[in-house]
């Protein structure tokens, strides 16, 4: 029988997990279901095997295995952080970016917020950002890799703008702080990320972006940030996120982690040869058009829009021969909304349902992207 072909070419939205790091969550999810808050000898290993892995985080974002604080996923990081830091402040505004993911958005609209604009690269407009900075700002919100259009913000410069008003806030007597959270869902295989030289406060991560179990992740918060649990109960993760511990997508996810830094620079390398063939052969018909910026995009992420054609046509009729790829975020997809995000790069409507994205990952082969360009070229 005739196998059909599988090209899976969709890595932002999910990707497979690793077999190893299965392989080892199976030992423990049978090994160590013991309750790691108990004090008898077998629940003592548990709560090592969880705070083990909190070190493994820990040390490969070089910060403090206290400021790592497990959750369920990305979405959840994100709405710790914001709703954390909020509900702490709550006479207090926060900026997000017009290019958040849903799940930083969504949390934003429960408290007093103002949206900084994007320009047409999909980076973030920084003299706009000092502009919507005033006294009662207490959180920024900006996401390190767009999953949509694969745009990596120039975190840096908004550290330099955040210090600064913080330093002027001092002078005039104004003791709010001024926190900065960034959400690196889609960075950690791509980007070496240590929170502290970004000179962010806190930071979400998410496993199964990285090869690691679905609702597993992690939210970086620095010491001494004033942030308050979403999640009420036992006390569980330094009473920031109670329930009791999920250990096999905990030590899962840290083991996604530690590899995917690890493994980091050939992958990039790897997936940068294949991503820039590909946007070379696309550039060859005008009809194409990458969207968002070239030179501040992550490795594995190319968006284009096909002038005249219907995304969700062409992404039936790939499907159809094996090729999964995307319009953008999954959760517009399912909704038929249009991406706000390529709303915010200032793309016309018929632009946007032209458009398609294409995420690369560790199975993607060269050979893989041939096929893809064949079809396209057929389609088109
Ligand atoms: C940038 C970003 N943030 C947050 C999330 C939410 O992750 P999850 O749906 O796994 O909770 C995603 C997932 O697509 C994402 O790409």
Redesign the pocket.
Known sequence: MNKKQSIYLDY???TPIDPDILNQMNKIVLDHFYNPSEIYQEAVLSRKVLEDSRLRVSQTLEVKSSEIIFV???????NLAISGIMENFKDSNLIVSSI?????LKPAEQYDYKIVPVNAQGLVEIDKLAKLIDQNTVLISI??????IGVIQDLKSITNLIKKIVANRRSQGNSLPLYFHT????ALNYLRLRPTRLGVDLM?L????IYGP??S?ALFVKSGTKITPIILGGGQEFNLRSGTENLANIYGFSVACQKAQFILKDEVKRITQIRDYLIQELSLNPKIKINGSLRHRVANNINFRIEGIDNEWLILKLDSEGIMVSSG???NASKQELSHVLKAIKLSDDQIRSSIRVTLGRRTTMEEIKILLKYINKLI
């Open positions: 932002a939205a999910s369920a996923g990305g979405t959840e990081a994100n958040e993911h849903a799940s930083i996401l390190l890799v767009n999953n949509e959400d690196g869902c889609q979400s998410n496993g199964s972006k679905k609702q992740g975020s999954a959760c």
